[in-house]
């Protein structure tokens, strides 16, 4: 199976949480969601005596997060819907 990025290899290694956005059609919250659920990789540029730096996303690992959705039901997805289902039933949420 050919990857996204082989289709154009022009693009960057690494998008910006926006650039990532535009590219895979996610939302920026989604996007650090995954970020959060290590579903994607992530890095953080900070310049020296800063707080706070730029967040940025490599692009391989979103498209494989793409591509692992491939086929897939909606449920049944990569962040694993099946077993958040088997949890929220267990605390009492709901199953569908």
């Known amino acids: 199976m050919s990857t996204l990025t082989e289709n154009n290899p ?3 290694a690494w998008f910006t949480v926006a650039d990532a956005a535009k590219y895979s059609g996610l939302s920026g919250a989604l ?3 995954l ?3 290590e579903c994607i ?3 953080t540029v900070l ?3 800063r707080r ?4 940025l ?3 391989a690992s979103l498209d494989a997060f793409i591509e692992k959705g491939i086929g897939k039901n909606s449920i049944d997805n ?3 819907g099946a077993a958040r289902e088997d949890s929220n039933s267990k605390k009492g949420g709901p199953t569908e």
């Open 10 to 12: 022009s693009l960057p």
């Open 31 to 33: 996007l650090y969601e």
């Open 35 to 37: 970020i959060n659920e």
């Open 41 to 43: 990789v992530s890095s």
């Open 47 to 49: 310049r020296p005596g």
């Open 52 to 55: 706070r730096g730029r967040r």
């Open 57 to 59: 996303i490599q692009r």
């Open 78 to 80: 990569v962040r694993g």
